[in-house]
């Protein structure tokens, strides 16, 4: 049973930093993609950025880019979400997500597992 949880989110001020971490189990990721995605109150929920578990490429919402960097420790499982630079408008709950697939990567119907769900809040 593939599981992902998510940890690190929490209250900071507009500016500051938090890093997110999805810790992932259940079966191998090698050749799957992880993702991050938020979704703030009232509005759907919108990709963030994702990594290839087996190469390590990236890609990134342009609402993002330049100040969130994803990684994965394969050792530990593990995905990370380093988020800098932090705005109002980045509070949301953080979703880490999977698929095996390879297309449309941005697109949340195409992720097949799914955590919980962590919430990050940005104060001005």
């Known amino acids: 049973q593939v599981q992902l949880v998510e940890s690190g989110g929490g209250l900071v001020q507009a500016g500051g930093s938090l890093r997110l971490s999805c810790a992932a189990s259940g079966r191998t990721f090698n050749g799957c993609t992880m993702a991050w995605f938020r979704q703030a109150p009232g509005k759907e929920r919108e990709f963030v950025a994702f990594?290839?578990?087996?190469?390590?490429?990236?890609s990134y919402a342009d609402s993002v880019k330049g100040r969130f960097t994803i990684s994965r420790d394969n050792a530990k499982n593990t995905v990370y979400l380093q988020m800098n630079s932090l705005k109002p408008e980045d509070t949301a709950v953080y979703y880490c997500?999977?698929?095996?697939?390879?297309?449309?990567?941005?697109?949340?119907?195409?992720?097949?597992?799914w955590g919980q769900g962590t919430q990050v809040t940005v104060s001005s």
């Open positions: 997500a999977a698929t095996p697939g390879s297309f449309y990567l941005n697109q949340a119907r195409k992720y097949e597992y």
């Open positions: 990594i290839r578990w087996s190469s390590g490429s990236t």
